[in-house]
């Protein structure tokens, strides 16, 4: 298979490049070059398999040129060994809501599903090809824990994460900072998540910068991550979906990864209506689908600290998209941004974009209220981030089934939750030490100097 960046649709890549640059050269991130599409027979064939045997399937579609399916099997069965339920996700039902739970690996957020992988990916290509790498993330919560539980104590890596100072829950923060192993190395930035991913982003284009320490990323610009995550697409619709049906996908949205692994899921032929941008006050995503501009604002700090989010950097890959794949039409656009702080989409392209999404945000009141309802009616409790995905799906009442993506673990969440619901929720078993144990991090200010004086100190091997 071969990869384009979104900048550039001439110049080919590899999976291996694609996984370990995580961010082209040129700005852009990597698309492949033609998507897979199952077959109605294939789809037939893959309905009954477990979580780990689809993901085999779906993992190597993309990767081929790098692993054999051995390989794959292998990644896949050490990284979901230590998940707390076999299927890896678990699926509820609640009237005409289907909870998918995606929160049952070691940090208790959906990230550890596409990361656990990863991590096992890195070792692989890294003595495939006699490598070291630093790794630099921003996070805005989630990430950066289960980067930090997928890289630590592995050879040849180190990782640096950022993280803004204050802005993200206390549970959150200890998944990180606990942890001790001489390759993590914890930045708190005394400021949001925006300006967090901006600095990793300077430094990613920063090329004598990003050479020098061999600098890599696993943002989730990093493709790998979203085709990890179109396995549970798959896997939810042949649980839940009865013969052909469309059913919609309610996704929790910041940064446009996740809801994208829904729209190529559709792409390869799975018969997706709509997929469903759930955001909280950070609306952007909203407001550039119902007018066509895409315009960052400035970034409101929310009980779903997650998705606090106004430059949802996968959104390009959509664009793209809509734009027929030309990389002149998105260069023109992205200079647009720069220039003028926002881009317009054209009629078509938003057409085209509306087909397959709708967008609703969800203000904090009714996220509590969302809380104190599944509590009081569904006797669940569920965290903020998953409460906007239910409450956004509520107010558009579509037709047919809706899966909503529960994105977090209420006790990571667990002062809202307790505010809303008067129960403090509480973490799974082996997991509450973290509480306890002492944190190790650096407190930088926004100095991009600082920042990398910082890491050229620690990258060495
Ligand atoms: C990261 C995250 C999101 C947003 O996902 P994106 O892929 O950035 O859109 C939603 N909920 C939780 C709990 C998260 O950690």
Same mark, same amino acid.
């Given at each position: 298979?071969?990869?384009?960046s979104?900048?550039?649709?001439?110049?080919?890549?590899?999976?291996?490049?694609?996984?370990l640059k995580g961010l082209a050269s040129d700005g852009g991130?990597?698309?492949?070059?033609?998507?897979?599409?199952?077959?109605?027979?294939?789809?037939?064939?893959?309905?009954?398999?477990?979580?780990?045997?689809?993901?085999?399937?779906?993992?190597?579609?993309?990767? $081929?040129?790098?692993?054999?399916?051995?390989?794959?099997?292998?990644?896949?069965?050490?990284?979901?060994?230590?998940?707390?339920?076999?299927?890896?996700?678990?699926?509820?039902?609640?009237?005409?809501?289907?909870?998918?739970?995606?929160?049952?690996?070691?940090?208790?957020?959906?990230?550890?599903?596409?990361?656990?992988?990863?991590?096992?990916?890195?070792?692989?290509?890294?003595?495939?090809?006699?490598?070291?790498?630093n790794?630099v993330?921003?996070?805005?919560?989630?990430?950066?824990?289960?980067?930090?539980?997928?890289?630590?104590?592995?050879? /040849?890596?180190?990782?640096?994460?950022?993280?803004?100072?204050?802005?993200?829950?206390?549970?959150?923060?200890?998944?990180?900072?606990?942890?001790?192993?001489?390759?993590?190395?914890?930045?708190?930035?005394?400021?949001?998540?925006?300006?967090?991913?901006?600095?990793v982003k300077l430094m990613f284009a920063d090329n004598d910068f990003r050479n020098s320490i061999n600098m890599t990323g696993?943002?989730?610009?990093?493709?790998?991550?979203?085709?990890?995550?179109?396995?549970?697409?798959?896997?939810?619709?042949?649980?839940?979906?009865?013969?052909?049906?469309?059913?919609?996908?309610?996704?929790?949205?910041?940064?446009?990864?996740?809801?994208?692994?829904?729209?190529?899921?559709?792409?390869?032929?799975?018969?997706?209506?709509?997929?469903?941008?759930?955001?909280?006050?950070?609306?952007?995503?909203?407001?550039?689908?119902?007018?066509?501009?895409?315009?960052?604002?400035?970034?409101?700090?929310?009980?779903?600290?997650?998705?606090?989010?106004?430059?949802?950097?996968?959104?390009?890959?959509?664009?793209?998209?809509?734009?027929?794949?030309?990389?002149?039409?998105?260069?023109?656009?992205?200079?647009?941004?720069?220039?003028?702080?926002?881009?317009?989409?054209?009629?078509?392209?938003?057409?085209?974009?509306?087909?397959?999404?709708?967008?609703?945000?969800?203000?904090?009141?009714?996220?509590?209220?969302?809380?104190?309802?599944?509590?009081?009616?569904?006797?669940?409790?569920?965290?903020?981030?998953?409460?906007?995905?239910?409450?956004?799906?509520?107010?558009?009442?579509?037709?047919?089934?809706?899966?909503?993506?529960?994105?977090?673990?209420?006790?990571?969440?667990?002062?809202?939750?307790?505010?809303?619901?008067?129960? $403090?929720?509480?973490?799974?078993?082996?997991?509450? /030490?973290?509480?306890?144990?002492?944190?190790?991090?650096?407190?930088?200010?926004?100095?991009?100097?600082?920042?990398k004086?910082?890491?050229?100190?620690?990258?060495?091997?």
């Amino acid at each position: 298979m071969d990869y384009i960046s979104t900048r550039n649709s001439q110049k080919n890549f590899t999976f291996k490049d694609v996984f370990l640059k995580g961010l082209a050269s040129d700005g852009g991130l990597f698309v492949p070059k033609k998507i897979p599409k199952f077959a109605s027979q294939e789809l037939e064939n893959l309905k009954n398999l477990s979580y780990k045997e689809l993901a085999i399937k779906i993992i190597l579609k993309f990767c $081929k040129d790098e692993f054999n399916e051995k390989e794959i099997r292998d990644l896949v069965n050490s990284s979901y060994k230590n998940f707390r339920v076999d299927d890896v996700v678990k699926i509820k039902k609640f009237g005409k809501i289907n909870l998918l739970e995606l929160f049952h690996g070691p940090t208790l957020a959906f990230k550890d599903i596409a990361m656990q992988v990863i991590g096992n990916m890195y070792e692989k290509i890294l003595k495939k090809n006699n490598l070291k790498v630093n790794i630099v993330v921003a996070t805005s919560g989630d990430t950066g824990a289960a980067a930090i539980s997928a890289i630590r104590d592995r050879k /040849n890596m180190k990782i640096f994460v950022l993280h803004p100072e204050n802005k993200i829950s206390e549970v959150q923060r200890k998944f990180m900072t606990t942890v001790d192993s001489n390759n993590v190395f914890n930045i708190a930035l005394a400021s949001n998540f925006d300006e967090c991913q901006k600095f990793v982003k300077l430094m990613f284009a920063d090329n004598d910068f990003r050479n020098s320490i061999n600098m890599t990323g696993v943002n989730s610009i990093n493709w790998s991550r979203i085709v990890i995550q179109i396995v549970y697409y798959f896997f939810s619709y042949f649980k839940i979906a009865k013969e052909n049906e469309k059913i919609n996908y309610s996704v929790p949205t910041g940064n446009f990864g996740d809801i994208f692994a829904g729209y190529i899921a559709k792409k390869m032929g799975l018969p997706i209506n709509k997929l469903i941008i759930a955001t909280n006050s950070n609306d952007i995503l909203k407001r550039a689908i119902s007018t066509g501009i895409y315009k960052p604002l400035k970034v409101e700090h929310t009980i779903s600290p997650s998705m606090d989010i106004q430059v949802a950097s996968n959104f390009e890959r959509l664009v793209f998209d809509a734009c027929s794949c030309s990389s002149d039409k998105m260069i023109k656009l992205m200079n647009d941004l720069d220039e003028r702080g926002e881009f317009k989409l054209e009629k078509n392209q938003l057409e085209k974009i509306s087909k397959n999404f709708c967008s609703e945000s969800l203000s904090e009141q009714e996220t509590k209220s969302v809380i104190k309802d599944m509590h009081n009616k569904q006797k669940i409790l569920v965290d903020p981030h998953t409460a906007v995905a239910i409450g956004v799906a509520n107010k558009m009442s579509l037709e047919g089934n809706t899966v909503i993506l529960a994105t977090a673990h209420p006790s990571k969440f667990s002062e809202t939750v307790m505010k809303a619901t008067g129960i $403090k929720p509480d973490l799974p078993e082996n997991l509450e /030490n973290i509480l306890v144990t002492k944190e190790k991090y650096e407190k930088l200010p926004k100095d991009l100097k600082k920042i990398k004086n910082y890491i050229l100190e620690r990258c060495n091997y």
